[in-house]
């Protein structure tokens, strides 16, 4: 399959018409849609084949590189040379299926994970039938006509055949540290790739300007997949937790290495069998040591990822999800997280007069007023004009589906568009009227679009529409538009007042200002609009706060978490919309510090003022760096939102990078944790009490795993101090380790949200996962287990006619019905189960039903009989196991009551 329609490998030595023409593509149209579907099913998708991962043969084998595996390894080829066959055999078998159990966890853990990774798709916009649509880059095929801005990661080689300021960072493949600036000449066929100035390849990013491209290559036939270096990342599923319980195991694992030998010694220097000893010090050592810890955290935060996608949060790294749970400090972004992101023009200032604008969001229904009555935009020159800048200094399209008007591009932009609509002026008519000659594309650090328009006011000349912020508007006017459209002095007085009344109703307040050109002029500098303009008015609108967010605010105060909004809007709109969201208490003064103000900080003070002011105004991307590093050297855990490409930095700084899944680039969802796939600050409120929730899970389910641990190998180890017969063999062991720990603990993932989560404080990152409360309830659950067990051991062997075999029988469905009562109490580790709600987590009852079920196989059935060395039981001792497990369950409920119970009445 060729890379294009054409056998042209290159497109850099052509003309831009002739690359066009090679592959059948009219600039100005696009592709049809019947065409491009043809295209995508001869091609195929534009997407980079993933490289080929560890062979599954290779991370099954890997299951056994574990030290404790080589423990039971060598356990299996000791016990075959003794002849012990049926326990060589079972001890094998374990391992296999353990190893084939933490393959398929595994594997569905990773599967999981990439599969939500995906769900981030990479949309572009593109020409399609003369209409500006935006599709997923894979369905993007050779001919199609892209559209590019800064913030955008480019999604194939294109041929360029329009910029405007296009300059892309290409380091990712050339190793160009710098951004390109790129242009549409033809170039020498020999030029090496990196000065390939008029093509943007797939991968690299546009880091400042605009422009058009017509796509040459696809997939793995884009200079990018030639070299197979845009793969996705490898999915890494450790987390600290799990590596500090990692760390924590293999720990433990010397420990009771040290304690299986030092059994050993002593049974062996009493007389004991060297055999028996030998079988006594691995069934310790399997026993004591917790081997699934690691596997199944792993497990229960990836359970949590899929539960987190549900709720709109897509966990793109692990470690977020133990992070969340921590968060005490949430910067949020204003527009379109904790506001509606519809904007609505709500007041225009032209000629020294405020006018009035009716109606909401996008739909174009609604009437100029002024003082009260509806008027002819027509008969007001000034106010005629400012709205035509509006609407021609503009980008975006106002779209129509299914009887919703929706802004196909920038939301102020599409404001502009119905403001100018309500008073009659129509988008197409009036681009006829004063086509688009060239453009300065609005970028942050200039807060202002410009275009250049043929057909202006004044016979032989053409007209320059400048639009944005005030500040960067107002000192560059030299005269002012008054009512009859006449030149009038500039009254920077009067035009501050109006701005400042305006923001103080929680307006955002856009500038527009007109130059007159030479009709000659067919390009449009910087230097062109440095001064000598004429200001025409303002337009005030309101992107209205989200019902849903302000209850999230609330959520997450009431939780702890402070919540700072860190916008580019004015001072005075930020404090206002703080306000209404619920920033602030009520009645409380807002701060509100700019980033002007910023600027002059220190950076000693800065911790200090970022911890203390909630609204930052007129930030620059660049400094909310600086406010995660300020906030995170006051020791707090900070959750940062951004959506473009200098919000990148921030994001990785932050503990938590939360990117836009709808309005952010790729570069921003690239250096997030996690993205919001609705934008909606509702939906951060929402991942961090599902982080909470599964942090208390896993919590319960390491908290209710370790005294079954300690309680085996206590057994052991206190029966051979006694020169008792071993209580437990490692096969014994082997069977409870396997099956409570995937049918008992891991329903604890399923536990609902306790209430009040929310109301808890964050917890503290470097407050040990075990606190003494907890610590005391593990050591007194184990003792439990270890004086049950052997007490009821003692007791069996001393019957008359009873056997070996059945007190040991005995003694492994005492720890099995223990750790069954405890799974209740650990339901919550400070409520009682009976404030819990038996019925409240039904997978966690069929788990119990299910593991009763192969206890009782275990005992009675007979091949389990033979493998497993167990012997039925009488009804007699199972009334004293029965009897052992409940009182571990009142105990553990008592304790409750005791440490937290009384504390609450």
């Keep these: 399959m060729s890379d294009n329609p054409t056998t042209e490998k290159t497109s850099h030595h052509l003309e831009a018409n002739e690359a066009t023409r090679l592959l059948e593509c009219d600039p100005q149209q696009g592709l049809s849609p019947k065409e491009a579907a043809e295209r995508l099913d001869r091609f195929g998708p534009n997407m980079v084949s993933s490289r ?96 590019l801005q800064s913030g955008d990661r480019v999604p194939a080689d294109l041929r360029l055949l329009e910029v405007h300021n296009l300059h892309c960072d290409e380091s990712a493949l050339t190793g160009e540290s710098l951004p390109v600036s790129k242009h549409t000449d033809p170039l020498h066929m020999e030029i090496a790739l990196a000065d390939r100035k008029n093509q943007a390849y797939a991968g690299s990013l546009v880091t400042a300007g605009q422009g058009e491209g017509m796509v040459w290559a696809t997939g793995d036939r884009t200079e990018t997949g ?17 590596r500090k319980i990692t760390q924590f195991s293999q720990l433990l694992l010397w420990v009771i290495l040290g304690l299986a030998a030092l059994t050993f010694a002593v049974g062996v220097s009493r007389g004991e069998s060297a055999v028996e000893m030998f079988m006594a010090a691995v069934a310790l050592a399997v026993g004591a040591i917790p081997e ?19 709720r709109r949060a897509i966990i ?27 904007m609505t023009v709500l007041a225009v200032y032209a000629g020294g007069e405020t006018y009035e604008v009716t109606g909401g969001g996008y739909d174009p229904e609604g009437k100029i007023c002024l003082d009260g009555e509806m008027i002819d935009p027509l008969e007001h020159p000034a106010l005629r004009e400012c709205l035509r800048a509006g609407l021609l200094c503009n980008d975006s399209q106002i779209l129509e589906t299914d009887g919703r008007h929706q802004v196909q591009g920038d939301p102020t932009e599409g404001a502009l568009l119905v403001s100018a609509a309500k008073a009659g002026l129509a988008h197409a008519e009036t681009l006829k009227q004063a086509p688009l000659i060239d453009m300065i594309p609005f970028e942050s650090e200039h807060m202002f679009r410009a275009t250049l328009h043929g057909g202006g006011s004044t016979e032989g000349t053409r007209v320059i529409y400048k639009v944005g912020a005030v500040e960067r508007l107002l000192d560059r006017c030299e005269d002012r538009m008054g009512a009859d459209g006449q030149s009038l002095p500039l009254d920077r007085e009067a035009i501050l007042e109006e701005v400042d009344a305006l923001a103080a109703r929680g307006l955002r307040v856009i500038a527009f200002t007109r130059l ?3 009709v000659t002029q067919a390009i449009l500098d910087h230097e062109h609009i440095q001064g ?51 920033l602030v208490s009520e009645g409380t003064q807002v701060d509100v510090i700019t980033g002007r103000e910023l600027e002059n900080v220190s950076n000693e003070d800065l911790p200090r003022i970022a911890e203390e002011t909630e609204v930052f105004a007129r930030v620059a991307p660049e400094q909310k760096l600086r406010l995660v590093q300020a906030l995170q050297a006051r020791g707090q855990v900070v959750a940062m939102t951004g959506d473009g490409v200098n919000d990148a930095p921030a994001l990785k700084q932050a503990d938590i990078g939360i990117a ?111 606190t003494f409360p907890l610590f005391m309830r593990t050591g007194l659950v184990s003792l439990i287990i270890v004086g049950g067990g052997l007490w009821l051991f003692q007791n069996q062997s001393q019957l008359e006619g009873n056997t070996t075999a059945e007190a040991r029988t005995a ?31 039904r997978l966690l009852l069929l788990g119990v039903a299910t593991m009763i079920g192969l206890q009782l196989l275990f005992t009675y059935l007979p091949i389990m009989n033979q493998l497993f060395h167990t012997t039925p039981l009488g009804a007699d001792t199972w009334l004293q196991i029965i009897g052992i497990a409940l009182f571990a369950f009142v105990a553990v409920e008592v304790e409750k009551w005791i440490r937290f119970g009384r504390k609450r009445s």
């Design 52 to 147: 080929g991962g560890m062979p599954a043969w290779k991370r099954f084998f890997l299951q056994f590189h574990q030290p404790l595996i080589y423990i039971l390894l060598a356990a299996v080829g000791i016990t075959a040379a003794l002849a012990e066959w049926v326990d060589s055999g079972v001890i094998l078998g374990v391992v296999i299926v353990n190893a084939i159990i933490g393959f398929i966890q595994e594997s569905k853990a990773e599967k999981a994970i990439e599969a939500l990774s995906r769900m981030v798709t990479t949309q572009s916009v593109v020409r399609r039938g003369g209409e500006k649509v935006r599709v997923p880059a894979s369905e993007l095929v050779p001919g199609d006509v892209v559209l």
């Design 226 to 242: 030639r070299i197979a270096f845009l793969i996705s990342e490898a999915v890494e599923i450790s987390t600290p937790l799990t």
């Design 292 to 310: 699934g810890l690691p596997a199944a955290v792993t497990i229960v935060l990836a359970i949590g990822v899929s539960r987190m996608a549900k």
């Design 811 to 841: 003694v492994i469905n005492t720890i099995v019905f223990v750790e069954t009562a405890y799974l209740f109490g650990c339901r919550s580790l400070s409520r009682s189960l009976f404030a819990v709600g038996l019925f409240t987590n």
């Design 316 to 342: 793109r790294k692990l470690p977020a999800v133990e992070t969340l749970g921590s968060t005490t400090v949430i910067c949020s972004d204003k527009t379109g997280t904790l506001t509606e992101n519809q």
């Design 516 to 518: 007159h050109a030479p």
């Design 660 to 770: 836009m899944g709808v309005t952010g680039t790729d570069v921003a969802k690239g250096a997030a944790d996690m993205v919001l796939t609705d934008d909606n600050f509702a939906s951060i409120e929402a991942a961090v009490e599902e982080g909470r929730s599964i942090f208390g899970n896993l919590t319960k389910f390491i908290v209710w795993t370790l005294p079954t641990n300690l309680g085996e190998g206590g057994i052991i180890f206190v029966s051979i101090l006694l020169g008792l017969t071993l209580p437990v063999l490692p096969v014994q062991v082997l069977w409870v380790n396997m099956t409570t720990a995937l049918l008992l603990g891991l329903m604890l993932v399923f536990e609902p949200k306790e209430p009040g989560l929310m109301n808890r404080p964050p917890r503290d990152p470097k407050r040990p996962l075990l």
């Design 532 to 582: 000598g303009l004429t200001f025409l008015g303002l337009q005030g609108m309101i992107d209205p706060p989200r019902k849903e967010a302000i209850e999230a605010v609330a959520n997450c105060r009431r939780a702890g978490i402070r919540v700072k909004m860190i916008t580019g809007d004015h001072a005075i709109t930020a404090g206002v919309i703080a306000k209404q969201v619920g």
